[in-house]
């Protein structure tokens, strides 16, 4: 059964910085692209991130792009969003993924590319 938690979520102030972690159970996670979304309530999923496999490859929205760092460390299984210079506007829930298959249906900044989601992580930034 796979199962990915996240964690490092929680209140900072604007221009703080917060670490998410992503760990995944039953899924070897350097075998496959690894993503993170966020979502608002009545909003669609929003793409933040992703990580290929040997992490020589990363994507960012351009939302996030120079504040945001996505790595991974193989042998915890786990995947890291790095947030720095956060803003009010990125308050909301953030969520990791991974697909079942190597490759991806829809390309990494889509969603419906990813089968396995975490339960979500709070962000909250005060201004």
């Known amino acids: 059964q796979v199962q990915l938690v996240e964690s490092g979520g929680g209140l900072v102030q604007a221009g703080g910085s917060l670490r998410l972690s992503c760990a995944a159970s039953?899924?070897?996670?350097?075998?496959?692209?690894t993503g993170w979304f966020r979502q608002s309530p009545g909003k669609e999923r929003e793409f933040v991130g992703a990580?290929?496999?040997?992490?020589?490859?990363?994507y960012y929205a351009d939302s996030v792009k120079g504040r945001f760092t996505i790595s991974r460390d193989n042998a915890k299984n786990t995947v890291y969003l790095q947030m720095n210079s956060l803003k009010p506007e990125d308050t909301t829930v953030y969520y990791c993924?991974?697909?079942?298959?190597?490759?991806?249906?829809?390309?990494?900044?889509?969603?419906?590319?990813?089968?396995?989601w975490g339960q979500g992580t709070q962000v909250t930034v005060s201004s």
């Open positions: 993924a991974a697909p079942k298959t190597l490759t991806l249906r829809a390309g990494v900044r889509s969603a419906s590319s990813y089968d396995y």
């Open positions: 039953g899924l070897t996670f350097s075998r496959y692209v």
């Open positions: 990580i290929t496999l040997s992490a020589s490859n990363t």
